[in-house]
């Protein structure tokens, strides 16, 4: 099973409509990430956790809020949906621990549409 | 200046060829350093850790010049399988909390 999983994988949805993505891992790791990858624009850092109740602002926060309800789980949640929200968004932890510490994980994404 | 830059390519190689990535970044308080490969619509994984004594994993080799504030990955006998998008990734700050990833570098091989 993959160590950091998202849903929904795709999501078609219309403006001005909320929206949820999920994100779960299993590394028990304390760390973290929401990003979302635009063609041409690399990742950008949405929000990150470091722990339960620590939530930190990224660099385009503007438009989402996130919800950290346990060690495992991190939500990503669009209040009311526009287009130009449309990207791949990926969920990453981290341990900042040990050898590897800083090295980010990722889930496998969630290809949103905003029409 | 942007804060982690690549040349963006397409890098175009025949199998068996050496190629080069080259990386520069603009926070000198940086501490980590990465590279990510990440394959057409993808997760970003990791490829390796980047060490100020640079370091080798098989037919990947990554340098790291401080004092340049400049990373670099070298593929030496390119297989199919390496075409992918390569992104070199800093840390933002010294306490890590944060990732910068540059755009990425794309690597197309052909047999």
């Known amino acids: 099973d993959a160590d950091v999983t998202q849903t929904p994988r795709n999501r078609i949805t219309k403006t001005g409509k909320r929206i949820m993505l999920e994100c779960s891992q299993t590394k028990g790791h304390d760390r973290m990430y929401w990003y979302r990858q635009d063609p041409g624009l690399g990742l950008r850092l949405i929000y990150y956790?470091?722990?339960?109740?620590?939530?930190n602002k990224g660099e385009i926060s503007d438009g989402y809020s996130v919800s950290r309800q346990a060690q495992a789980k991190f939500s990503l949640s669009l209040e009311s949906a526009i287009p130009n929200q449309t990207a791949l968004y990926f969920c990453?932890?981290?341990?900042?621990?040990?050898?590897?510490?800083?090295?980010?994980?990722f889930g496998p994404g969630t290809r949103l549409t905003v029409l | 200046r942007k804060e982690v830059e690549q040349d963006p390519g397409p890098f175009n190689v025949p199998e068996g060829a050496t190629v080069a990535f080259n990386c520069t970044y603009s926070?000198?308080?940086?501490?980590?350093f990465f590279w990510y490969r990440q394959d057409c619509r993808k997760e970003p994984k990791l490829l390796m850790s980047v060490y100020s004594s640079g370091n080798e994993d098989g037919r990947f080799t990554a340098q790291l010049n401080r004092a340049s504030q400049y990373i670099s990955l070298l593929i030496r006998d390119s297989k199919l399988s390496d075409s992918a998008t390569y992104l070199c990734v800093v840390t933002a700050n010294q306490a890590g909390t944060a990732l910068i990833f540059g755009k990425g570098t794309t690597l197309s091989v052909s047999s």
């Open positions: 990453a932890t981290s341990d900042p621990s040990g050898r590897a510490a800083d090295t980010q994980y």
């Open positions: 926070n000198s308080a940086s501490q980590s």
């Open positions: 956790s470091f722990d339960v109740k620590d939530i």
